[in-house]
């Protein structure tokens, strides 16, 4: 999964109606401008420190960096953009959204200082192993394709995913700052198979064109809460996409901009219902925060 995601990614913008998925970023800017404005606060309710750092880690196109450092700035924050990227294709089109930004292939490269970090949509990329009864499941050749070599009740597990956790955690707990987490998943541990693959916006078998289609698989965020606590990092509960973006104002924010642009109202009530609607993104995704114990926890996460 690894090979085939760092192939995939290094040769191609895989974002948008021409390529196979489309993210919440990419659909409205109200998504990084709401990214933007919860941790805008949070970093003033943490007495805006002046060494803090804007950090994205897998940042596609660069739209969210963008509508969120806006925010950002509007709130007095003067922090660099920081972002985690392997692939040159894309980290060329990250240069054009946010030109003054600095590059970096893995988290242990960022720098020593408070971050406001977000990832969306970069979990599920990460690789993750599959075991059935305790034994690993692996992929075998087949004459001309590929296949699994078991089934039954499967379990997924994702060191790779706990490494990145553990390692943003502990930057947050040293240096202080707040992480927020996006992605389709979860919110507790359980058996299930959720490998899938995506091409040109349609499901497709996940053991064809390895490198051509984009495999992912749901996050576990009870896993990734496990390892962040781990290190002495604070963890949020997890919630739906959908009461998150009401929460913080995705229904004042339509309403202004389609104030401001009236011949964009069918646009942004569309985007409004496929970032929010349960049966859209709203219940699938869940969002989580993990923040340093000096830093208060962002606003979105009430119970
Ligand atoms: N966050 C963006 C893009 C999501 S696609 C959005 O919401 O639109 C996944 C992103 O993670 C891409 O930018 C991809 O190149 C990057 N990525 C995948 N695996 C990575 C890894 N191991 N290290 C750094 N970036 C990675």
Same mark, same amino acid.
């Given at each position: ?144 394709? #590929?296949?699994?070599?078991? @089934?039954?009740?499967?379990? !997924? ?7 990145? &956790?553990? /390692? $943003? ?98 646009? #942004?009530?569309?985007?409004? @219902?496929?970032?929010?609607? !349960? ?7 869940? &969002?989580? /925060? $993990? ?13």
């Amino acid at each position: 999964m690894e090979a085939c995601n760092n192939y995939y990614y290094a040769t191609r913008d895989p974002l948008g109606r021409d390529g196979d998925f489309t993210t919440a970023p990419e659909i409205s800017q109200m998504f990084g401008e709401l990214v933007g404005a919860a941790l805008a606060d949070c970093w003033t309710r943490a007495e805006q420190p002046t060494d803090a750092v804007y950090v994205e880690l897998g940042p596609g196109r660069g739209s969210l960096a963008a509508d969120a450092l806006r925010v950002l700035r509007s709130a007095g924050f003067a922090g660099a953009g920081h972002l985690v990227e392997t692939s040159p294709v894309l980290r060329a089109l990250q240069g054009k959204r946010v030109p003054d930004a600095q590059w970096h292939e893995a988290i242990e490269d960022l720098p020593a200082a408070p971050m406001l970090l977000v990832a969306n949509e970069f979990f599920d990329a990460l690789p993750i192993r599959q075991s059935v009864e305790g034994i690993e499941r692996r992929v075998e050749v087949i004459g001309d394709g #590929l296949a699994f070599d078991r @089934d039954g009740v499967i379990v !997924e597990q994702s060191p790779a995913r706990e490494e990145a &956790v553990s /390692a $943003i955690a502990t930057c947050l707990v040293q240096y202080g700052g707040a992480a927020l987490v996006i992605d389709y998943g979860h919110e507790r541990s359980a058996p299930g198979d959720t490998l899938q693959a995506v091409r040109g916006h349609r499901y497709v078998p996940t053991l064809i064109d390895a490198g051509e289609q984009d495999i992912t698989s749901h996050v576990d965020f009870e896993a990734l809460g496990r390892s962040a606590s781990g290190v002495g990092a604070k963890v949020t509960p997890t919630v739906t996409q959908g009461d998150w973006l009401n929460r913080l104002g995705i229904g004042a924010r339509a309403a202004s901009l389609a104030t401001a642009n009236p011949e964009r109202i069918p646009e #942004l009530e569309k985007a409004v @219902d496929r970032l929010c609607h !349960e049966e859209q993104m709203g219940q699938l995704f869940k &969002v989580m /925060a $993990i923040h340093s114990p000096d830093w208060p926890a962002p606003a979105g996460f009430e119970t």
